[in-house]
Structure formats: C-alpha cells, structure tokens
C-alpha cells in the first residue's frame, strides 16, 4: 500500500495535535510534519517532499492562501486540503484559483478527514457536505447566473458527474462516450462557466443550485 506524507499547517497547536492524533490511525498516512504559518510551511516543504498539505486558511506571518500559490508553483503534484471554519466563504474563490483540491471544516468528525484525503489521494475533489449546505443557504437570496449559462442536457450529465468525484475515463464509460467527447464536453463547460478547473466547476454548480446537496 502506498504511504502518502502529510503535513499540516494551522496556528493553533491544539487543533495540529488532534489532527495527527486522528490521522495516527490510517494506515497508509504518515504525518511528517507540522507547521504553524505559511513560512515555516515552505520552509519544510524544501526539505522534504509532501504529498498533502492540511492547510489553514487564517494565519500569521503568512496566510494559507499566500503559502497554498507559493507552494503550487514551485511542487504543482502537491495536494491541499483547506482546513475551513464557517464565515471563511470569502476566501474561497482565493483558494481555488491557488489550486486546492478540498474543502474541510475544522468541526469535521474523523471518516469526513478520512474521506477527504483518499478522494484526494485518488485523484478527485473533495468538499465538506455542511460546507455545501452553508454555502447554498448564503447564496439562495443572490442573483444566479444560471439563468444566463444554457447548458445541454449532456453537458448537464456530464457536470452531474464531476461532482460525484468522476474522472473522464470513468465518465466516458458511464454515459457510453468517448474520452475525447467527455474532453469537448469539459472544455465546453470550463468555457461557459468561466470556471478554471475542475474543483472550481463543482463550487459553481453548488452555488447555482444546479446540484442539490442533501
């Protein structure tokens, strides 16, 4: 089984701890460090190689967001995870132009964190559902571009897809398509959007509602 190395990066000890206590117990995860800015995140990251950063968002010296693009540009296979509190929405769109590949927020139970870091590993997204729901119930008064973005009803499949954590192998055999027709289907969808990848399409179909979240 191959062993992923973790670091997490968040300015409160107590919450560093819990977190390496929680993932102590995964087999195939291995915390080799911790750190409490930005700063002293890069710093380990010349160091060592890391597969994912838990990363906070809010932090002294430098915060996540500033560490996430520094990161990314220098170790683009490095993966994030954002370690999110409520009230903190603002910072999102940030994070996902950085590169993240998750949402989690700090109150998650320890399967959520689990869940989080194998979609991850795998090469998926993913999102806290209660982060969803939260998101979703402080956009509904707000004005939605859906009524301007005309999907087809197969681009809509296709977007239905990628939010379940698909890749485009596994949704070009689900819907009976070709790789390259999922590829023309994705590009279409990043271009009407205006969204940049992946993960940025899943948080636009939320906040527009056209997914529903239970």
């Known amino acids: ?3 992923y190395k973790v670091i997490i990066v968040d300015d409160h000890k107590m919450f560093r701890s ?10 195939n995860i291995k915390v080799i460090g911790e750190a409490s800015n930005g700063v002293e995140f890069l710093e380990m990251a010349k160091k060592e190689p ?5 990363m906070d968002i809010n932090m002294p010296e430098m915060n ?13 296979d490095l993966k994030v995870i954002v370690l999110s509190m409520h009230g903190e929405e603002e910072y999102y769109d940030q994070m996902l132009d950085a590169g993240v590949k998750g949402f989690l927020l700090k109150n998650s139970g320890a399967d959520e964190l689990i869940a989080a870091l194998e979609a991850v590993m795998s090469g998926k997204s993913y999102f806290s559902q209660e982060l969803l729901v939260d998101i979703l119930d402080k956009k509904r008064l707000q004005k939605l571009r859906t009524d301007i973005v005309k999907l087809s009803q197969r681009e809509l499949e296709v977007l239905k897809l990628i939010c379940d954590g698909y890749s485009n192998a596994e949704i070009a055999e689900e819907l009976f398509i070709s790789h390259r027709t999922v590829d023309r289907h994705r590009a279409n969808l990043l271009s009407k959007t205006g969204c940049k990848n992946s993960t940025s399409l899943v948080m636009y179909a939320v906040k527009n509602k056209i997914i529903e979240i239970d």
């Open 50 to 54: 890391i597969d994912i950063a838990l």
């Open 18 to 27: 819990g977190l390496q206590f929680l993932l102590s117990n995964v087999p």
């Open 1 to 3: 089984m191959e062993e």
């Open 64 to 76: 996540g967001i500033d560490a996430t693009k520094a990161a990314m540009e220098k170790y683009p």
